[in-house]
């Protein structure tokens, strides 16, 4: 029986005219690498011309398409080397700033060629056919999903024309429709993508975000000229809410309230630095009754007694924390000590109180870092 | 790499300057031979003197803690009634001790990477999960990507290192009291089961954080998370077996390189008759030889 399925297994080969193909072309293809290897005679033989993105001069999504289409059109037949040049033009993606363009991803599957990559019968479908082209595609479709680039319909006719419907690339496709719309607005804390390159419109972004936890809370643009003798002229974007003002009024002036600062808060690739006004903790009230303990239950019915006044307490807001009250938080355009003085002295309009209240300044960085960092993707 | 191979392979490349042989190993396995999947221990076994002395320490907690299951055993007195809107705390971070149950690791433990972190109690008693993460790839040829911190529980197990399951088949969600920065984190619920291809059976959901000076508190039905294996999300997806959970973990990994930090009061769970889900993703019918290939 094995003996019957491996001659039928290799009259398939034989008979098919593309897989024989496919062997004739791979052995052409070690011909030229070996001579491109001993003879060193790199530019009569090489395939994919090596730094056809990397010396470009200017590196913008239109040079990028250019490219593609000067690949295309130079060999419109056989297109020699196109897995190779897919693979460099994935590398050289960021540079030019087409990594999260869809369009681009696009142009570079339509480099290869439609139909001669479809599988003609059973074997070769279950064994990858054309291997190196299918996993060149796969790692393409990966690169998508590392930059969270959703795919759409359209690819998915371009990947079933290149490799038919039984092609690996088109089952990652799949699974990626099948996820990738699943979490791509899951977070609650939505932010734009990409995040806005203005350091004041992130700031906005990254103070309602923080502030989003008390409805009532405001967030306010000041400008720090509107202060006399402030030293930085920049914008702080300030939050407070009603009963942050309530709790910043019944604050004991004895007690110092603190500038906390720079920690961090991240909107997708970016990330501001903000600063807190927090004063001391309140001091937690335990409240020890344990409802389940029946050891002590009172029966009305002997000795009426008029029922215990239970002391009463407000409910804890969100400001109040274990490790103090936050009255305000805000990013400011230098993140210097100037300007955060500078927003102490807005504050004070609103909240008179905070004139007669200690402010002590605990910075963790140097002041006169930048608010807004972005990180490259290396 | 075998000696042999590699002088067979710098004899052909001293004559011709080609690789004809193949010099790494094939694999021509299905099963893997450690959990560990190829990552190997290159710590030094300790003499016998300090085994021994060692081995001894670990005897007397040993006996503690069967000491404890023996009396659990005998009183008899397992929670049956698991009422709503109540948190069983499974890790609270408010003592030093609190953090011997838990495992750091980053990618640039194995070199395949270079970020950093680390667990810590802060000065309020809450834990901080804090680091690094760096997306830049050592050039050894073999690393892909790299940037990746991660916390993971210890694996549940009962007295004299016997290994256990965590079972949590009586509630329906995770709770999480947490102050994050702004990014979302990967939680890992590991089932790991017997056979080899269970050996990395992971549930993942996301954990978003708000950012800001503010504690924030999650719940999230264990019907949200899904099956992933190595990172994989799997086609053939099934609801998580409660009383299989073997550990949990919190990866860092997003793609974005900077400073990471996470503080965590506790991690507990919870039962919601409300929430009646199972599985929160469909499945559909696909054609023959596609799923899981």
Known sequence: MFHKMWRSYFTILHKDRN?????????????????????????????????????????????????????????????????????????????????????????????????????????????????????????????????????????????????????????????????????????????????????????????????????????????????????????????????????????????????????????????????????????????????????????????????????????????????????SVCATGTSSKDSLLSWIRHLEKDNPKLATIPIVFTLKQMPGDVTVTEETDS | MLPLTRTLRSLTKQRTGINYLKTSAPLQVFWERTDKGGYRDDRQYPPFKDRMREGLKELKKEIVLWKQEVKDHFEGDPVLIFRPGEVDVQWKFNKPECLDKWIVTTDSDNNEGYSTANLDLTQYGKGAFTGHLSMRVPKDGRVKRAGYCNMRTIRARKSFKRESHFNWTSYNMLVMRVRGDGRSYLLNINTRGYFDITWNDMYHYVLFTRGGPYWQYTRIPFSKFFLASKGRVQDMQTSMPLDKITSFGITAAERFEGDFALEIDYIGLEYDPNHVEDFAYEMYEMPKYIVAT
């Open chain 1, 19 to 327: 897989s024989s193909k496919c062997v004739r072309n791979c052995i052409k293809h070690i011909n030229t690498s070996v001579v491109c290897l001993s003879n060193g005679k790199k530019e009569a033989k090489e395939v994919a011309p090596k730094g056809l993105f990397e010396n470009l001069q200017n590196k913008n999504r239109d040079t990028y398409i250019e490219t593609i289409k000067i690949f295309v059109n130079r060999d419109a037949i056989y297109r020699r080397g196109h897995v190779d040049f897919i693979y460099s033009a994935l590398k050289n993606m960021e540079e030019f700033g087409v990594q999260k363009d869809l369009k681009v991803y696009k142009a570079l599957i339509d480099v290869l060629p439609k139909g001669k990559f479809i599988p003609q019968n059973i074997i070769q479908a279950e064994f990858m056919h054309y291997p190196k082209q299918q996993q060149c595609i796969i790692d393409l479709l990966e690169q998508m999903e590392d930059n969270g680039v959703m795919p759409d319909y359209e690819m998915e006719d371009m990947l079933l024309n290149i490799f038919g419907k039984k092609g690996f690339p088109l089952r990652k496709f799949w699974r990626m429709m099948y996820w990738m719309p699943k979490f791509k607005n899951l977070s609650p804390w939505p932010v734009p993508n990409p995040p806005p390159d203005d350091m004041l419109d992130l700031a906005k972004l990254a103070i309602d975000r923080i502030s989003s936890i008390d409805a009532q809370s405001k967030t306010t643009i000041y400008h720090a000229n509107d202060i006399t003798d402030s030293i930085d002229h920049t914008w702080i974007v300030s939050a407070q809410s009603t009963k942050q003002k309530m709790l910043l009024q019944e604050y004991n002036e004895k007690d110092p309230v603190y500038v906390e600062g720079g920690f961090k808060v991240w909107l997708r690739s970016k990330s501001v630095n903000y600063f807190v006004l927090r004063g001391k903790p309140k001091p937690i009230k335990e409240d020890n009754e344990d409802n389940d303990n029946v050891s002590g239950l009172e029966v009305p019915y002997f000795g009426l007694k008029p029922p215990v006044k239970k002391s009463l307490s407000l409910n804890t807001s969100q400001h109040e924390q274990e490790d103090g009250i936050i009255f």
